[in-house]
């Protein structure tokens, strides 16, 4: 497993924006390249989900709920991983997890908690 650590949640109005980001400190260029990374949430009460994903190839994926709205990428020089949120709305209100694969290891980080509200 690795070390990943999430930043950037917090408070926002509905219809704002937030970005979070996703670093891999331990990690050297040459292997962070090998990992599919991705986000995933996780509001009380529910199971964790899939929000968006980006293979080490570059290949985006997303939930339906963050088409249009959410945008993953991913900078390899600097071993980190962004998910910018646009058009907050109080149902993306959750825990976000910063997720690392290789083969059929995962990794997550410490989370990191989005509040959207009026």
């Given at each position: 497993q690795i070390?990943?650590?999430e930043s950037g949640g917090g408070s926002v109005q509905p219809g704002g924006s937030l970005r979070l980001l996703c670093t891999a400190p331990r990690l050297i260029f040459s292997t962070f390249i090998q990992y599919d990374m991705a986000w995933y949430r996780q509001a009380p009460g529910k199971?964790?989900?899939?929000?968006?994903?980006?293979t080490n190839s570059?290949?985006?994926?997303?939930?339906?709920?963050?088409k249009g709205r959410f945008t993953i990428s991913r900078n390899n020089?600097?071993?980190?991983?962004?998910l910018?949120?646009?058009?907050?709305?109080?149902?993306?209100?959750?825990?976000?997890?910063?997720?690392?694969?290789r083969g059929s290891v995962?990794?997550?980080?410490?989370?990191?908690?989005v509040t959207v509200g009026s």
């Open positions: 070390h990943l650590v199971q964790r989900e899939l929000v968006a994903a980006i570059g290949t985006t994926n997303y939930a339906e709920s963050a020089s600097r071993k980190t991983v962004t910018q949120m646009n058009s907050l709305q109080s149902e993306d209100t959750a825990t976000y997890y910063c997720n690392s694969r995962d990794s997550w980080g410490q989370g990191t908690q």
